[in-house]
């Protein structure tokens, strides 16, 4: 055969094997992009995908098999992730595997950190014992505080000799695997201090406050006295007259929290007489500290008292109360009130 004839020969077969190699990247190149973009199927809901400290993407495709999902190869998975650059970007951290998510959504996730967000929520009206007792039980949680007395506490939150009661404002703060409580707690106690500031810039000046801690323990009896939006400027008015007139505040919620664990429900005349730092009964002024967590409302409340010349209130039902100027009005709707009870 002619060098001619074994020339053309070879070249036929070179073009045979590069048809041969282009239509074979052509099909694992469709069932590549099938496989990428295609939803994942679970074997129920949703699953979640822990990536730790150290993972490579051999670890992390590891556990992606141990959750069930067997769609695509190993060479796929890995092909996709080099050509998306996320097994140089791999971010520490919990994702939700929802069904339908396809694997480039899924390592889109990897790679920018869309880790799953916990909501731990601090509820006004929540004393510092609530607040321990809640994040305890939250399980999500790294857990620093159990061991740290109130004092050690506020010494870890660069607040020593503060007490931490009300010091934490009450709202969700959103927070991912590996997050502490101390942390939510440092993020809830700047937070506090910032609303805690703003109200006291833009407080009337009239009220008979001294301090932003006197405006805190205040917002705190607001707090704890209705739950009721409309009614705490008026409930704040009722006690900054107290306060001007050298009037005892006489709130049940401060007696209660003086009571501490002794507090079974109920509260009877005696507790009333036995003198505590928080028995506004037997005591002027404002209690020492807050009684509980204020929220915003409450502090604007305490920033700006309601006007007016009502000196007590009591509760008709449902929340509300009626507001009375002088004691005989007041003692007239209590027996009306609490007959009807």
């Known amino acids: 055969m002619s060098k001619q004839g074994k020339s053309g020969r070879i070249k036929l077969k070179l073009a045979l094997l590069l048809i041969v ?19 994942l199927v679970l074997s129920e809901g949703e699953h979640v995908l822990l990536v730790d400290k150290g993972d490579g993407f051999n670890e992390v495709l590891a556990k992606i098999r141990a959750l069930g999902i067997n769609q695509g190869s ?30 480039r959504k899924l390592l889109r996730h990897l790679r920018k950190g869309q880790v799953i967000q916990h909501p731990f929520t601090i509820v006004e009206g929540w004393n510092i014992r609530d607040l321990r007792t809640a994040l305890s039980l939250d399980e999500h949680l790294q857990h620093k505080i159990d061991k740290l007395n109130d004092a050690e506490l506020m010494e870890k939150l660069d607040r020593s000799g503060v007490s931490p009661e009300g010091r934490f404002l009450p709202e969700t703060y959103n927070f991912t695997r590996g997050n502490s409580d101390l942390q939510i707690l440092g993020r809830a106690a700047d937070a506090m201090d910032k609303t805690l500031a703003d109200a006291w810039q833009h407080r009337d000046k009239e009220a008979p ?37 050298g009037m005892r505040l006489e709130t049940d919620p401060t007696v209660i929290y003086g009571m501490g664990s002794a507090y079974n429900g109920n509260i009877r005349k005696t507790d009333l007489q036995t003198d505590t730092p928080y028995n506004t009964y037997t005591r002027y002024g404002l209690p020492p500290t807050p ?20 000196l007590y209130f009591v509760g008709i039902g449902g929340g509300a109360h009626h507001f009375s100027a002088t004691y005989g009005e007041h003692q007239t709707f209590v027996e009306k009130y609490q007959m009807h009870r």
């Open 21 to 39: 190699a282009s239509v074979a990247l052509g099909w694992y190149w469709q069932r590549y992009l099938v496989f990428a973009n295609h939803g």
């Open 74 to 103: 190993d060479l796929d998975w890995k092909t996709l992730a080099v050509t998306m650059k996320v097994v140089s970007r791999l971010q520490v951290g919990e994702y939700a595997i929802t069904p339908g998510m396809s694997p």
């Open 209 to 245: 406050l001294k301090s932003p801690d006197e405006l805190l323990t205040l917002a705190s009896i607001v707090e704890k006295e209705t739950g009721r939006k409309d009614e705490r400027p008026q409930i704040a008015g009722v006690f900054a007259r107290r306060i001007k007139i």
């Open 291 to 310: 009684i509980a967590m204020p929220g915003r409302d409450a502090l604007l409340a305490a920033a700006h008292p309601a006007k007016g010349d009502a």
